[in-house]
C-alpha cells in the first residue's frame, strides 16, 4: 500500500521568502514522487517528479524537491516566493513494482494552500 | 493545441439525469485516467484505460462508466446523477501504464448536481 501525507494544510509566506512544503509517503517499493500545482479554477500542473535518480530534483518556476529516503519525505522548496506561487500544492506517489515500473495509480496527498503575502 | 481537454468545463443539472464528460488527448498517450476531486480537493482516481483496456476500476457506483472509443479518448457517463456527484473531475493521460509514471491532467470539468 502508499500513502501521502503533508504535513501542512496551509502555509504562508512573503513575497521574496523561502518556501517550505512537507511531504511524507509510504511505500511498500521504490516510489515514484512528484508534486504538482493547482491555480485557482485550473487543472494539475506537474512541477517535478522524482524517479529513483538524483535525489535533488529541479522543477519548474524555481522549485527543488529532495527525496530523502531515511526519512520518507520529499519536501518542497523555492529560495524566494512570488506572488504567482499562490496555489494548493499537491505531494503525489506513484508505486512502482519490483521490475521498477509503475501500476499507473497515483496517490494524492490532501494539499497544501501556499499563500504569498506582499 | 491543448494536450489534454475536457468538455464541458462547466456542467449543472438536476438530480437524477444522465449526463457525460468528454475527454481528448493528442499526446499520443496510451494510457487515460479519470479523477474525482472533492469539495476538500481531495483527489481519487477512478478509472484508467489503456489502449481501450480498462486497468483500474476503484470502489466506483456503477452508476459511472467510463467509454473509450480509441486510445484518445476517455468519455465519462454517470446516470441517474446524485447530490453527492457534485466535484470536479479531471482527466488525464500518461504514456503507458508501465514505465512513464507522470501523468498531464486536463483543466477539469465542474459538475454541479441541484
Known amino acids: 500500500a502508499q500513502s501521502v501525507t503533508q504535513l501542512d494544510s496551509h502555509v504562508s509566506v512573503s513575497e521574496g521568502t523561502p518556501v517550505l512544503l512537507r511531504c511524507n509517503y509510504s511505500s511498500s517499493y521504490s516510489p515514484s514522487l512528484f508534486w504538482y500545482v493547482q491555480h485557482p479554477n485550473k487543472g494539475l500542473q506537474l512541477l517535478l517528479k522524482?524517479?529513483?535518480?538524483?535525489?535533488l530534483v529541479k522543477g519548474i518556476n524555481g522549485f527543488e524537491a529532495e527525496f530523502k529516503k531515511s526519512e520518507t519525505s520529499f519536501h518542497l522548496t523555492k529560495p524566494s516566493a512570488h506572488m504567482s506561487d499562490a496555489a494548493e500544492y499537491f505531494c503525489v506517489v506513484s508505486l512502482l513494482n519490483a521490475g521498477g515500473t509503475s501500476y499507473g495509480k497515483l496517490t494524492f496527498g490532501q494539499g497544501t494552500i501556499l499563500t504569498v503575502h506582499p | 493545441d491543448t494536450a489534454v481537454s475536457q468538455t464541458p468545463k462547466y456542467l449543472v443539472t438536476q438530480m437524477g439525469n444522465d449526463k457525460s464528460i468528454k475527454c481528448e488527448q493528442n499526446?499520443?498517450?496510451?494510457?487515460m485516467y479519470w479523477y474525482k476531486q472533492d469539495s476538500k480537493k481531495f483527489l481519487k482516481i477512478m478509472f484508467s484505460y489503456n489502449n481501450k483496456e480498462l486497468i483500474i476500476n476503484e470502489t466506483v457506483p456503477n452508476r459511472f462508466s467510463p467509454k473509450s472509443p480509441d486510445k484518445a479518448h476517455l468519455n465519462l457517463h454517470i446516470n441517474s446523477l446524485e447530490l453527492g456527484d457534485s466535484a470536479v473531475y479531471f482527466c488525464?493521460?500518461?504514456?503507458?501504464?508501465?514505465?512513464?509514471?507522470?501523468?498531464?491532467f486536463g483543466p477539469g470539468t465542474r459538475l454541479t448536481v441541484l
Open positions: 488525464a493521460s500518461s504514456p503507458r501504464s508501465s514505465g512513464g509514471p507522470e501523468q498531464f
Open positions: 499526446l499520443g498517450h496510451d494510457t
Open positions: 522524482y524517479t529513483s535518480a538524483a535525489t
